[in-house]
């Protein structure tokens, strides 16, 4: 069975209205006719049934009044709490209408923008706000916004310069299911990707130095053995170890280590291509990585040699360290050289760690021979790989 709805207000007010438009009838009717007095006519009685029914539709109508009061009262504390969320909400909270212009915003979106007054923002287009270099793409995504559909992006902004800002459109639409406007809520997130880019370097680079670790070094050496398989070009590795380490920390304490390290570390990479690779692995060894140096293995040799000469002679150079020692600042000289172990690498060999194991050979062979030098290895013995 159907429930069936109680009266609404406009219900009740029609029918007392039509119930008193009866009664006046009948008692119209009841004085002009004679025979009111006679047992057949009963008029009055019909009459004063009616009114009980007023009456009773009346105190409905009162209830339903007073329901409807409190529904609107609700209505309206409901409106402005939503009101007083907007208008305090983190984030910003802003509307657009269909000709991509903005028609309201929060206190958090004025202050997105730069801004304090609503004036100064309204009625602008949305995308004057967003990077020419993202407007294009923010631009489609507005008018998938106009055609229904709710989109998420992240852009930059023009007038907070270096913000960046995640920001999603929502289409509103009206009882025919028509897009009226846009929403749009916006989210400053230039901390948490300045927090995910951290994170990212500090997941690949070394600490200390700001080298690539061992991790971003396997994944340079496995991009370059690709790019030799497609050129043809060979590439080499160096392998280096610090001779004259571990005295500096023993007597002048790690701060002194941490110096020399960070030293050496720009010492190489000034020797370098920007397309090569110098890692930190950890302690004192450091790994550098050449890539595309020549099809002819003679002279990719050649090259490799040089390069690995210009390195043993930079880190053979003094180096000048100030350091903080029981409240002293204290300046000294140190002097400390490298033992390089070298390998090349071509067409054949695929194999990052065999690639590594024989620098790391090498460099052992350069310490037993007299430490500060370079030694080349062999080439790698394709039948283990």
Same mark, same amino acid.
Request: with cysteine.
């Given at each position: &069975?159907?429930?069936? %709805?109680?009266?609404?207000?406009?219900?009740?007010? /029609?029918?007392?209205?039509?119930? @008193?438009?009866?009664?006046?009838?009948?008692?119209?009717? /009841?004085?002009? @006719?004679?025979?009111?007095?006679?047992?057949?006519?009963? #008029?009055?009685?019909? =009459?004063?049934? %009616?009114?009980?029914?007023?009456?009773?539709?009346?105190?409905?109508?009162?209830?339903?009044? $007073?329901? @409807?009061? $409190? &529904?609107?009262?609700?209505?309206?504390?409901?409106? *402005?709490?939503?009101?007083?969320?907007? +208008? *305090?909400?983190?984030?910003?909270?802003?509307?657009?209408? &269909?000709?991509?212009?903005?028609?309201?915003? *929060?206190? /958090?979106?004025?202050?997105? @923008?730069?801004?304090? +007054?609503? !004036? =100064?923002? #309204?009625?602008?287009?949305?995308?004057?706000?967003?990077?020419?270099?993202?407007?294009?793409?923010?631009? !489609?995504?507005?008018?998938?916004?106009?055609?229904?559909?709710?989109?998420?992006? +992240?852009?930059? /902004?023009?007038?907070?310069? !270096?913000?960046?800002?995640?920001?999603?459109?929502?289409?509103?639409?009206? *009882?025919?299911?028509?897009?009226? $406007?846009?929403? !749009?809520?916006?989210?400053?997130i230039t901390e948490r990707k300045k927090a995910e880019q951290q994170i990212h370097h500090f997941a690949f680079n070394d600490a200390l130095t700001q080298l690539p670790n061992r991790r971003l070094l396997h994944d340079r050496l496995r991009l370059a053995i690709a790019a030799t398989l497609r050129s043809g070009m060979h590439g080499a590795v160096m392998f280096l170890d610090l001779d004259n380490f571990k005295p500096l920390n023993d007597t002048h304490g790690h701060e002194a280590g941490d110096l020399l390290l960070i030293e050496v570390a720009h010492r190489l990479t000034a020797c370098l291509r920007s397309t090569?690779?110098?890692a930190r692995i950890g302690g004192d060894e450091f790994v550098v990585l050449l890539s595309e140096l020549h099809m002819d293995m003679s002279l990719s040799t050649e090259q490799a040699l040089r390069v690995a000469e210009k390195i043993r002679a930079s880190l053979a150079r003094p180096y000048i360290l100030k350091c903080d020692q029981e409240g002293r600042a204290v300046t000294m000289e140190h002097h400390c050289t490298a033992s390089i172990g070298l390998t090349l690498f071509g067409t054949n060999e695929r194999c990052e760690e065999q690639i590594l194991k024989a620098a790391d050979k090498a460099m052992y062979r350069a310490k037993e021979t007299g430490r500060n030098r370079v030694y080349l290895s062999e080439v790698i013995n394709r039948s283990e790989q």
């Open positions: &069975m159907t429930e069936q %709805l109680p009266p609404s207000v406009d219900d009740l007010q /029609a029918e007392i209205k039509r119930l @008193n438009k009866i009664i006046q009838s009948l008692m119209n009717h /009841a004085e002009r @006719n004679t025979s009111i007095k006679g047992s057949e006519f009963t #008029l009055f009685q019909t =009459a004063i049934m %009616l009114e009980d029914q007023v009456k009773g539709r009346t105190t409905e109508l009162e209830a339903a009044l $007073k329901e @409807n009061e $409190k &529904m609107n009262r609700a209505l309206r504390q409901s409106e *402005n709490n939503q009101r007083v969320l907007i +208008e *305090n909400a983190p984030v910003s909270i802003h509307e657009i209408d &269909m000709d991509g212009r903005i028609i309201s915003i *929060n206190k /958090a979106g004025l202050s997105m @923008n730069g801004l304090t +007054e609503e !004036g =100064a923002i #309204l009625g602008s287009p949305y995308l004057d706000h967003v990077s020419v270099s993202d407007r294009d793409r923010v631009a !489609g995504l507005l008018e998938k916004a106009y055609a229904g559909e709710t989109s998420h992006f +992240e852009y930059d /902004a023009v007038i907070m310069s !270096g913000k960046t800002f995640k920001s999603c459109f929502v289409p509103i639409l009206n *009882n025919q299911s028509s897009v009226t $406007k846009i929403m !749009g809520i916006t989210e400053d090569d690779t110098v």
